[in-house]
Each structure stands twice: as structure tokens, then as C-alpha cells.
């Protein structure tokens, strides 16, 4: 007989850890729609979803038994494994960019030490961006696969679209990383809350202005929501989607909206780290598990600002024309981003060796 | 057994179901999906060789873009398994039998290579980590590594050229 050699008090502590994060982030994911119905409302002068619940906080859960319950349309001449395969592709590459962020140091119980990151490993970035461009997946086999010509095309603008503005966000990181030196997404935590650690949006204004913009159109919001332009492309790519695949669509852009608010608290603005408090010296007088509680909240914090500017900017600005789109992201954003890292560079360089002159 | 051979062996699985997939399937959709898993599972080897990098820029470059456009073409030119042309008895022998024969040289080329005797340093080796990778690539590779580049820029100057071409 083979042993099974396993640790099983390892796979016991990250499955917790996972199942936590994941269900936080359907919640989080869940109440953006909320969320995002009270800003549009506020807004457009107006009240916003108050029915169900107080302040209308029930409608989430309305909503989606809702979807549940309707009918579930398979179209005739689609491909039916991928029109099935596309939204979960969606959901399941919206989900794993979680795995590589901190989101607090340490806590400690049963006598084990528990790091509040799934899987800390010393490319966390590029994880973070072969995730992202397996999204492309997600809306172009639905899109394909629901054999409508709307959709086609709603698919290959998303996917055009999220390909080109790749680049730009790799651009832009890359002047990050100069200065940080690390791929790992703790130790650039670590960097910015160590005493005497700014915060990294110090260092690089424009390389996180490059950041959001890019994200915008990465989670396929607006301005750059082209993808779904309802008045060119009906409802885009998951236009023959219906019931709880169309509600996988939706969520996913949320989740989306949710991790990359996340990633930009914890790249540029310090992540867990609490500002204007030394951490380590917080840890000694309050204990550390209550410190990592502390730290959530205040990535919690900092994320949820984040996902509030994604709506105030969707119930602000128009949407782009294609084409613009494609001006901004190739003639814009990519020479914005190479001139970042040619500036960062030289400043690292200087500060490394000196002025040579 | 011990969770790395469990991993070796189901992503073994995978990578040789995934490669078969690509070859058999009828729908080229399909084929490149199956690349793509494919992809995933070498990945998937690539980390149990602690070659973190190597693994995530395989996935990147190739499952990300390459496969990207792979699949773009193929939609756009709406290929099935309708507009598949079905290739007569003959070229698939040819074809078998070319496949054979390639095999058979890589054979012949590998038996007498001494990678027999190197055995993969599984779970421990550090050379496949961004740090030790960097700076043998930028310290002892480091022409071959711009002349490289240049030929990137060069390959892009030609496209680029091809696509202005009224």
C-alpha cells in the first residue's frame, strides 16, 4: 500500500483561508451591485433601490434569487460545452487573482502561526498578470459560443481591449518594480509599512494613474465599456445569456472591480498597512490577532474607496468611441508608461551610484 | 507517495490527454482549448521544478496572447466542424507516417545525450527563481539576450510594414 504522505493541518488551514476569501469576496462582489445602485442614485438625484429590507440592503439577495429562478435558454445553434464553459471561466479567472494578496500579516491560533495569504510566491505580480490575461478567455468563448453575430463582436472588442491595455498596466508596473526590487506582493507591503516606509503612490503618481486607467478597462467598465456598449452592440457579449450564466457575467466584472481595487491599495497604498501608526509597536501593545483584524479593515477601507471612485466615474464620463479607445491605449498610455520607466530608472540609477557628473 | 508525485502524475495526465485532445478533436476551437490545457499542465511542471518564473511567463506569452490570437483567427474565420475539410485516407498516412519518422530522430538524437544521467532536481533547485535567472541572464547572456530583442523590433518593423502596405 502507497502512504499518503500529507500534511493535513497545511491543507486544513489554506482551504479555511480560501473558502474565507472567497466567500468575502462573493459578498463584497454582492453588495457592489448595491452599492452601485445607491451612488448611480445619488448621483442622478434620486433614491436608489429602498424596497426590499432597510435602505434597501436585501436587494442583493432579491436579486439574485431572481436570477436563479428564471429560465434557464440554451440557444439552438450554440456550442453548448463552451457556451456553458465561458461564464465559469469568467467566474474561476475573477476569483484567482485573490490568492496571491496579503490581506493582513499574521494571526495565530491553535498555537499555529496563519499568514493571511493564500500562497506567497516570489512572482505574485506576474501571477497576478497571467491571471489577467486568462480573463480574456472568459467573454471570448461566450461570446463565440453563443453563435450571434453581436456577441462575436462584442467579443473580440473585449478581448482587443483588455489585450492592449495589458500592456500598458505591464509598463507601468515595471517602473514599480525598479524601486521595490521584489515581485512578492508581502514583501511590497512589508516595504511601505516598515517605519519610515512611504507609501508608494509617493514614488510613482504617474505609474498608478497609468495603473487605473488600465484597470478601468481591464474590468470592462465604463469609460471604456465598450464591450457591452449597449447601443451599438445590443447587450454585447453575453447577450443570449440568461439566468444564473448571465449573473456569473455580472459578478465576475464586480469580483473584478473588487480584486483590482484590492491590487491597487496594496501596490500603491500600502495594503494592510494602517497609516500614520507603526504596526510592529501596535502588535506588542494589542496582540496580533487583533492587529491583523485592524489590518483587513484597513485594506477593506482602502479597497472600498477604490470601488467607489470605479462608480463614480462609470455615473460621470461617457463612454469612449472604439476607436479613441484604441488611441489612448496604443498613442497615449504606452508612451506615458515608457517615459515612467525611463525616468524611474534614471533615478534609481542615481540614487544607486551617485551623481556622475 | 507524496503530494509532488501525486501533482507529477496528474499533471502528466493532463498535458499528454490535453496534447492528444489538440490533434484528434474535429473542432479547431476545441484544439486550441486543449492547447491551452496543455499549456497549463507543463506550467504545472515547470513550478514542481521550483522554475516559478519560467512557469508564469509560459503561461503569459503562449496561454495568454499566443493562444489569444489563435483563437481570434479562428473565429473570425468562423471555422467548424461543417467547414472542416475532412483530408483524404492518403495525407493521413502521410502524415502518420511523417509524424513516425520525426519521432524516430528525436529518439535516435536523445538516446545517446547524457540527460539520461541528470536527474531533475524536483522541489529544490533555485536556479529557475527571478532573482538567479535575472542575473545569469544579464550577466553571463547578455548579448545574446539584446541581439534577441533586436530581432523582436525587427520582427515588428516587418509587420508593421506588411500591415501598411496599401
Redesign the interface.
Known amino acids: 500500500m502507497?502512504?499518503?504522505?500529507?500534511d493535513l493541518a497545511f491543507i486544513l488551514e489554506k482551504a479555511i483561508l480560501i473558502g474565507g476569501i472567497i466567500t468575502v469576496s462573493l459578498v463584497v462582489a454582492m453588495y457592489s451591485t448595491w452599492a452601485e445602485r445607491k451612488v448611480a442614485g445619488f448621483m442622478q438625484d434620486r433614491l436608489g433601490p429602498n424596497r426590499a429590507g432597510p435602505f434597501g440592503l436585501l436587494q442583493p439577495l432579491a436579486d439574485g434569487l431572481k436570477l436563479f429562478m428564471k429560465e434557464e435558454i440554451i440557444p439552438n445553434a450554440s456550442?453548448k460545452f463552451?457556451f456553458i464553459l465561458g461564464p465559469g471561466l469568467a467566474m474561476m479567472t475573477a476569483m484567482m487573482t485573490s490568492a496571491v494578496i496579503p490581506w493582513g500579516k499574521q494571526i495565530e491560533i491553535f498555537g499555529r502561526t496563519v499568514d493571511l495569504q493564500i500562497a506567497d510566491?516570489?512572482?505574485g505580480i506576474?501571477?497576478i498578470?497571467?491571471v489577467?490575461?486568462?480573463g480574456?478567455?472568459g467573454i471570448?468563448?461566450g461570446g463565440?459560443a453563443s453563435n450571434n453575430k453581436f456577441s462575436?463582436l462584442a467579443?473580440?472588442r473585449g478581448?482587443s481591449q483588455m489585450?492592449s491595455y495589458e500592456l500598458a498596466m505591464g509598463l507601468a508596473i515595471i517602473a514599480l518594480l525598479m524601486l521595490t526590487g521584489s515581485?512578492s506582493l508581502k514583501t511590497i507591503v512589508e516595504q511601505q509599512s516598515a517605519a519610515g516606509g512611504w507609501w508608494n503612490i509617493f514614488y510613482q503618481p504617474l505609474g498608478f494613474l497609468i495603473f487605473i486607467v488600465c484597470a478601468f478597462a481591464e474590468c470592462n467598465r465604463t469609460p471604456f465599456d465598450l464591450p457591452e456598449a449597449e447601443n451599438e452592440l445590443n447587450f454585447g457579449y453575453h447577450q443570449e445569456y440568461s439566468s444564473m450564466k448571465l449573473g456569473f457575467y455580472l459578478f465576475a466584472e464586480y469580483i473584478n472591480m473588487f480584486m483590482s481595487s484590492v491590487l491597487m491599495a496594496t501596490l500603491y497604498f500600502g495594503g494592510y498597512d494602517i497609516p500614520f501608526v507603526n504596526d510592529a509597536s501596535l502588535i506588542e501593545s494589542m496582540g496580533m490577532n487583533t492587529v491583523a483584524i485592524l489590518q483587513g479593515l484597513s485594506l477593506f477601507a482602502k479597497a472600498a474607496f477604490f470601488i467607489f471612485f470605479f462608480m463614480w466615474v462609470r455615473w460621470t464620463i461617457p463612454r469612449f468611441r472604439y476607436d479613441q479607445l484604441m488611441h489612448l491605449g496604443w498613442k497615449v498610455m504606452i508612451p506615458l508608461a515608457l517615459i515612467n520607466m525611463l525616468i524611474t530608472g534614471v533615478i534609481v540609477l542615481i540614487k544607486e551610484n551617485g551623481w556622475p557628473f | 507517495?507524496?503530494?509532488t508525485e501525486?501533482l507529477f502524475w496528474l499533471l502528466t495526465v493532463v498535458a499528454l490527454t490535453g496534447a492528444l485532445l489538440v490533434v484528434t478533436s474535429k473542432?479547431p476551437?476545441y484544439s486550441v482549448?486543449a492547447l491551452?490545457a496543455t499549456f497549463f499542465a507543463i506550467s504545472g511542471h515547470y513550478i514542481l521544478l521550483n522554475a516559478?518564473?519560467l512557469a508564469?511567463?509560459n503561461?503569459?506569452v503562449y496561454?495568454?496572447?499566443i493562444m489569444?490570437l489563435f483563437?481570434?483567427v479562428i473565429?473570425?474565420m468562423n471555422l467548424n466542424t461543417e467547414t472542416e475539410p475532412q483530408k483524404n485516407k492518403w495525407l493521413k498516412m502521410a502524415g502518420t507516417v511523417a509524424g513516425g519518422c520525426l519521432l524516430l530522430v528525436l529518439v535516435a538524437a536523445l538516446r545517446e545525450a547524457d540527460s539520461k544521467s541528470t536527474i531533475a532536481m524536483v522541489n529544490t533547485g533555485d536556479t529557475g527563481?527571478?532573482?538567479n535567472l535575472g542575473k545569469t541572464l544579464f550577466n553571463e547572456y547578455v548579448i545574446p539576450f539584446e541581439i534577441s530583442s533586436v530581432l523582436f523590433l525587427s520582427a515588428m518593423v516587418g509587420a508593421v510594414v506588411l500591415g501598411k502596405k496599401e
Open positions: 502507497i502512504q499518503l504522505a500529507i456550442n463552451l510566491i516570489n512572482i506576474l501571477y498578470f497571467a489577467l490575461s486568462m480574456v478567455y471570448m468563448i463565440w462575436l467579443a473580440l478581448a489585450i515581485l | 507517495m507524496n503530494i501525486i473542432n476551437v482549448l491551452i516559478q518564473f508564469v511567463v503561461l503569459i496561454a495568454g496572447a489569444v483563437l481570434f473565429m473570425l527563481l527571478i532573482q
